[in-house]
């Protein structure tokens, strides 16, 4: 996974170690170094501002030359985004789950959020299935009440895994679908409540409206941002737009199996402040991994 950026990564560090740097050097270096990352699905704003890094650690610091340069840059780059990662946090779930029925005995209701076609309501179906592996009751919400289609699937697959689903008719207010399920969740004292949501994208607007008005019915305790690993740009601009009008709290790439790119993981936690939390990873109900951020990281900037 992520091959392309980590060879972008890589490329700049050598760079600087091969050779005397000139003004003009530099500036080359840096401008290669800006193309690699878009190239890679980094975000613009963001590449920008990691070249600008990469650019200000090499200029304002005086290197040995008989030292290795690579290290200003590798250390200069390392500092820069473990902050950044370190500010997004980290998150477990299963410990969250576990706190909140301990204190409360209520469930943990985990919100779902997305445009339709990156794997949203498969990632419902593999979350809750990662939870029972973890000792946890799980009930299942169908709050995508557009997409034709969409109670069935998850039906069908909460009816693999043992899930109580939890359903309206179609054209429902999703809302409304979300309090019965906390309601049912309560009643059979279920740990976590997961809820589906729609996500129309040729609607906005109204799909923002949507999913503000579930979230102050429903109050969730977390709101997960599914976005297909693949779409790169796509999936940063996507994470931006609902992070700003209803919020979220972690991410989940989906796909991340077949991503040598990489770029989604690095821009939405830099331009969003929001740790991924977990990959998809393959079709399975079990390929959804915890994210690690250290490895990931470390995979980078130690190519």
Known sequence: MFDRLKQAFSAVTSAVRERQLSDKDLDDIVFNFQIALIESDVAQSVAEALTNEVQKSVTGTKVDRSADPSEVVGERLTAVLEAAFA???SVDLVANIRDKAKSTGEPYVVLFLGINGTGKTTTVAKLGSYLQ???LSVVCAAGDTH???AIEQLTEHAG???LRVISQRYGADPAAVGRDGVLYAKAHHADCLLIDTAGRMQTNQ???EEMAKIVRVVKPDFRVFVADALTGNDAVSQAELFNQHVGFDGAVLT???ADVRGGAALSIV???GKPVIFLGVGQGYGDLVPFDSKKFLDS???A
Do not use: C, E, F, I
């Open 87 to 89: 500010k997004a946090g």
């Open 133 to 135: 592996k973890n000792g």
């Open 147 to 149: 997409r034709p289609g």
């Open 160 to 162: 693999r895994l043992q």
């Open 206 to 208: 109204n799909l923002m």
């Open 255 to 257: 796909k991340a199996d």
């Open 270 to 272: 830099y331009s969003t």
């Open 300 to 302: 980078l900037l130690k």
